[in-house]
């Protein structure tokens, strides 16, 4: 299994939240730098999540491309992916795929377009959840009634890169993993990716027994729980 760092960019700055509560968690610094360091650290995967583009308050496309010219083998980007030319304009960047949450569950349609003109290999599903089982979309502030197992058979049936799972209750809190992500994993056709609350080895030991392909680290990695662990 794969470790990858995450970069959350708002206003500028590489940061770290709670629960992806604004104004929470900690500041990095220059998301590009930060960037150039986890990549001279031996990683050769990141994760990028455009804050501002997913509250709708400009997009840090600028930053995303230079961090894609670092060298990184591949690039994730996500964060208010919502409409073709958004999707387009990141894989233009040089992102290796995009991940999206709101729109295949609220808009198929327009996430099926999407898909169509890019493709679904270049697709992940993030598969935000709660401790009921239930997706959040919107910046994790609306329970749509979705149950995890249902968003993978919908994963499941666009035939995609994969999904990722991201425990929202434990998200940038260090406080330990969903103890159901091996349930449903083992669900999932492609790859299996999660995030939230991961914060010692023995996390990542269960997320590898439970199948999962990528861990993305964010908290842990920066306050150097897990910074410099590339593989399980």
């Known amino acids: 299994m794969k470790v990858i760092p995450s970069i959350d960019i708002s206003q500028g ?7 992806g509560k604004s104004g929470s968690g900690i500041e990095v610094g220059d998301p590009f730098e930060v960037a150039k360091q986890i990549f001279s650290t031996g990683y050769d995967s990141i994760h990028v999540v455009d804050l501002d583009g997913a509250e709708g308050k400009g997009r840090n496309l600028s930053v995303i491309k230079r961090i894609c010219e670092i060298g990184f083998s591949s690039v994730q980007v996500g964060g208010g992916i919502r409409d073709l030319d958004v999707a387009t304009s990141v894989i233009k960047a ?3 795929s995009i991940v999206m949450s709101t729109l295949p569950f609220l808009e198929e349609p327009k996430f099926l377009e999407i ?5 679904g290999e270049k697709i992940l599903v993030s598969l935000d959840y709660n401790s009921q089982g239930k997706i959040m979309v919107r910046g994790w502030s609306i329970d749509i009634n979705v149950s995890v197992t249902e968003a993978i058979e919908k994963s499941n ?5 994969g999904v990722v799972f991201t425990y929202v209750e434990n998200e940038g809190t260090k406080k330990g993993i969903d103890p159901n992500v091996g349930r449903y994993a083992r669900l999932v056709k492609g790859i299996k990716e ?10 990542l030991k269960t997320l590898k027994e439970s199948k999962i392909d990528y861990a993305i680290v964010g908290m842990a990695f920066y306050t150097n729980s897990l910074k410099g662990v590339i593989n399980v």
């Open 115 to 119: 898909k169509r003109n890019i493709g």
């Open 194 to 203: 999660y995030a939230g609350g991961i914060s010692t080895m023995d996390d």
């Open 157 to 161: 049936a666009w035939n995609l890169m």
């Open 94 to 96: 040089g992102a290796s």
């Open 13 to 19: 700055k590489a940061v770290k939240r709670i629960r």
